[in-house]
């Protein structure tokens, strides 16, 4: 019977096309159990067109290419097959083929605990590559993941607001700050695995994309594997312990299927001290498939995350306490107390409609998203500043003192810190309950955000013919969120007065200034917004060739609405700011030429225009209505060429790249002695533009069953690439008044930025990897890397002609000559860094349940190195630069985040 239909559909084939195409046919089977897999995904000749498998396992597939192609066959944790076939008209019969486990699928399952770090306020630093880069089979995009992720390192040097994130098509990209939010779904690893990933500008069904790639998690419960997976971790890192547990029913015969997953992490402190974590997440998702074509699904994701934060220590206090120290906790009662924790805990719940035909596959969905985010940090008024690390609490501020090194005192306050090196709880509540008023010196205080948010997407995929698809959708997002500060804790006070430290001057003119625990205070208001976006894309593919156009247009509307008055603002601070309107567009395309099977060749470019993110329209937010003068979209230019190898025993990739943004902006919160005084200002710096262009490879050797060579490489070059217009806000006039302009603000004029490096984690990383796997299901890897090109983040005020100014006499410092000034301001560029990690695990299969366990360690020679930093600006004249310099420990050098030392994750897990 299989030979006739293999002999109707060659028949009918060669009448239809006048030539004589090859069929190949085979079965796919489980090679752990024998058991027909008819969930493999098949691909000829690295080609779009994807072929079905029955529920037997058996496929077909009719290949009107000719000469040698080869033919991919693989499977979510399943090892690749390839096969290299010569196809001339002949009938091809694979038979059997079995797909092994792949024993090493634990590591991508726990990557993004391996990457989960946290090094200061910017909580996506490390998110590019653990989060987005999950799913992918790239060896240089899983070596960016697993390897580099510990040193900051980022893909083409983009910031991960550059890579788009969906749950079932629905994009999970904040307007705030254009970042996927991976705390949303944290510590569900089982749950969010079936990803499908599309690296840089490669088309995708759901829409445009991110330059960076576009990752879709799928929680279709019929795409889960059936039964339950329980497994337990233990770490030294951010978190010591995690239990996860997951269930899924599989697809019963009233078309129903769920499933459910929950997880706890926790620790007291990581693996730097006073870094506690506490977090539980919890999945749940039902479809119900209505009939062969159309299926409904809800989905329900509860996580909350509880962390403390540590800080960036400059070098005099890093080689005084090492690079676990972080000076933001205390002991209080016996206990470890962490002033700065930032907690995350918004829930969504989704609801989706998928429709698949044999020409049509058609995604629509609704997603609901209330929760809160928090930041708490210590604020004090008329009170000394409690951090133990503030410049006149260390041995520098001595030595650097203006009237000459204070060796005495040098050695009292070494002394001092070292006995105290931690916030002393105790101290703050005596102020507290000693004040004469009953009123705070100290408080902790909470910034948050209420955010609302509600998504709507609807995309379809039309397959025109065999060559031709066509890809329409749409999305609207609409988020209102409330930004407030709040008192968490009075420290043993009756109230607080709710006053501007700098300028002794009222936050809420309209309320009370006496506060107490639970009030706002500082400020509030809420933030508007919604966005519309559609895209459309055509794909097309002959024997050798495949290529794509895609196209998007975007709409974002945004609103302030301040619910304080404030008195440094009275006339725009509270009501609604006028409405801002941007539009947005973009185009892409690609094209990729098969040489042979082998090997082929692909181009891509991209031209967009988008809307600034939300954070960088406002100059602040969190007092005026004040728009960023001059607000531009940003551009952004981007192309890259790739070149692909695929042979039995080697496969990789070679591309290179070249992007540039322009007319980005970037908004700053400092308080600085510049050359006009010193006061707390806010920093918009307009017309920046960013250049990123560098060279990828990845290439896989297998030189045996058993052992797996791979080389991997960045080259990269990622630098400013104009010279910007600098503005400062100041909060209270003084010294200034003559100097601001009826919009409050000073007018630096350009900072010469052009050339110097960005701050994007290690620009040249570079790295060798071996791997063997046993027969007997165990598995070892090792991987040398070596990270370099790394700099620190610059100030920008520092580089206008302010910076050279003398405030004494408004006129230019004496000794501000090229040579000084280039001396003082000579970008740091962070240490080289050598890591060799390990990783390695095992699998069972005892009485028909799967265990398996998974080690890895990292760094495992134990050495430390800065790993990103920034330049403080508080030092923004040049004679005071050069006095705090002249010790050679500058008060107010560069602060560095350093790398953890040697570190452990192992976990076992058991499948039933």
């Not at 749950?191 to 759901?206: G, V």
């Not at 044999?358 to 004090?380: E, F, N, P």
């Amino acid at each position: 019977m299989r030979t006739a239909m293999f002999a109707v559909v060659i028949c009918c084939t060669t009448y239809v096309t006048g030539q004589q195409n090859t069929l190949i046919s085979g079965t796919v089977k489980n090679g752990f159990t024998g058991k027909p897999f008819p969930s493999a995904n098949l691909n000829l000749n690295g080609s779009k067109k994807e072929f079905e498998i029955d529920s037997k396992g058996q496929f077909t597939i009719l290949a009107a290419a000719k000469g040698n192609q080869t033919l991919e066959i693989s499977a979510p944790e399943f090892i690749t097959k390839y096969f290299e076939l010569f196809l001339d008209g002949s009938t091809i019969e694979l038979g059997d083929i079995l797909l092994e486990k792949d024993i090493t699928s634990e590591k991508n399952d726990n990557l993004i605990t391996l990457s989960d770090n946290d090094f200061g306020d910017d909580d996506d630093l490390a998110s590019v590559s653990m989060g987005i880069l999950q799913s992918t089979r790239d060896v240089f995009l899983n070596r960016a993941a697993f390897d580099f992720g510990q040193a900051f390192f980022k893909v083409r040097g983009y910031d991960s607001r550059q890579g788009q994130v969906l749950i079932n098509g629905i994009s999970m990209n904040k307007l705030w700050d254009g970042r996927p939010q991976w705390n949303h779904w944290g510590g569900l690893n089982d749950a969010i695995r079936n990803q499908e990933f599309s690296h840089a500008l490669a088309t995708n069904s759901y829409g445009f994309g991110g330059i960076l790639g576009t990752t879709n998690i799928n929680t279709r419960p019929s795409g889960f594997r059936p039964g339950l997976r329980v497994s337990t971790s233990a770490s030294n890192r951010t978190y010591r312990g995690r239990i996860m547990a997951t269930y899924s029913s599989g697809q019963s015969g009233d078309g129903i299927s769920y499933a459910v997953s929950s997880s706890r992490r926790w620790a007291k402190t990581g693996y730097v001290d006073g870094t506690l974590y506490d977090a539980y997440s919890f999945f749940g998702a039902m479809e119900y498939k209505l009939n062969p074509k159309n299926s409904l699904l809800a989905t329900a994701v509860l996580a909350k995350n509880r962390r403390g934060r540590s800080a960036a220590l400059t070098q005099e206090i890093y080689s005084l306490m090492g690079n676990r120290y972080n000076p933001y906790w205390g002991n209080q009662n016996g206990e470890i107390r962490n002033s700065r924790e930032r907690v995350i805990f918004e829930p969504f719940v989704m609801l989706n409609h998928f429709m698949e035909s044999k020409k049509i596959s058609w995604v629509s969905g609704i997603m609901y998203q209330d929760g809160i985010t928090a930041k708490s940090r210590l604020a004090y008024s008329n009170a000394p500043n409690p951090d133990p690390t503030y410049y006149k609490n260390v041995p520098s501020y001595h030595l650097n003192s203006a009237i000459g090194a204070d060796f005495t005192n040098t050695n009292l306050a070494l002394k001092g810190f070292r006995n105290h090196p931690q916030i002393r709880w105790e101290q703050l509540y005596a102020a507290n309950t000693n004040a004469a008023d009953d009123s705070a010196k100290y408080i902790l205080q909470e910034d948050k955000v209420q955010e609302i948010q509600l998504a709507v997407t609807s995309s379809m995929s039309w397959e025109i013919n065999s060559k031709t698809k066509l890809s329409l959708g749409t999305s609207f997002k609409n988020s209102s969120a409330n930004h407030y500060a709040e008192i968490k804790d009075l420290l043993g006070a009756g109230l607080y007065w709710d006053r501007d430290s700098f300028s002794n001057t009222q936050n809420d003119l309209q309320g009370n200034s006496a506060k107490k625990t639970g009030d706002r205070i500082g400020y509030d208001f809420e933030l508007l917004a919604n966005m519309v976006e559609g895209f459309g894309q055509l794909e097309s593919q002959g024997n050798s060739w495949n290529g794509f156009a895609t196209v998007s247009v975007s709409s974002l509307k945004l609103q302030r609405n301040g619910l304080f008055q404030n008195e440094r603002y009275l006339e725009n601070s509270l009501g609604a700011s006028e409405q801002l309107a941007l539009s947005g567009f973009g185009l892409k395309a690609g094209f990729t030429y098969h040489i042979t099977g082998r090997h082929s060749l692909s181009f891509h470019g991209g031209s967009m225009q988008r809307p600034p993110t939300i954070q960088d329209m406002f100059t602040n937010p969190r007092e005026n209505n004040n728009v960023v003068p001059d607000l531009q979209k940003v551009n952004i230019t981007t192309v890259d060429a790739n070149y692909y190898l695929r042979l039995p025993d080697v496969t990789g990739r070679i591309s290179a790249f070249y992007t540039r943004f322009q007319h980005t902006t970037d908004i700053n919160f400092f308080y600085s002695d510049t050359g006009l005084g010193s006061d707390f200002v806010q920093e918009v710096v307009t017309g920046l533009d960013r250049l990123h262009k560098g060279i990828e490879l990845g290439v896989e050797y297998q030189i045996s069953n058993d052992v797996k060579l791979s080389v991997v490489g960045n080259l990269g070059d990622y630098i400013f690439a104009s010279d910007p217009n600098v503005q400062l806000y100041f909060d209270t006039s003084g010294e200034q008044q003559d100097l601001i302009n009826l919009e409050g603000n000073v007018d630096l004029g350009v900072a010469k930025v052009k050339g110097l490096k960005l701050s994007q984690g290690p620009q040249t990383a570079l790295a060798l990897g071996v791997e063997y796997r046993s027969p007997k299901y165990w598995w070892m890897g090792a991987t040398a890397n070596y990270l370099d090109e790394n700099y620190a983040s610059i100030s920008t005020i520092v580089r206008t002609n302010s910076f050279l100014l003398d405030p004494e006499t408004n006129a230019t410092h004496p000794e501000a000559i090229p040579e000084n000034t280039v001396r003082l301001l000579n970008q740091q560029k962070m240490d080289e860094g050598y890591l060799l990690n390990l990783v390695g695990g095992k699998s069972w299969l005892v009485k028909g349940k799967y265990i398996s366990t998974f080690l890895s360690v990292n760094n495992l020679f134990d050495s430390v190195f800065r790993t990103g930093g920034y330049e403080q600006s508080r030092n923004a004249n040049f004679g005071q630069m050069q006095q705090d310099n002249l010790s050679g420990t500058p008060s107010f050098g560069p602060k560095y985040w350093f790398s953890y030392g040697r570190t452990y994750f192992l976990n076992l897990a058991i499948s039933l």
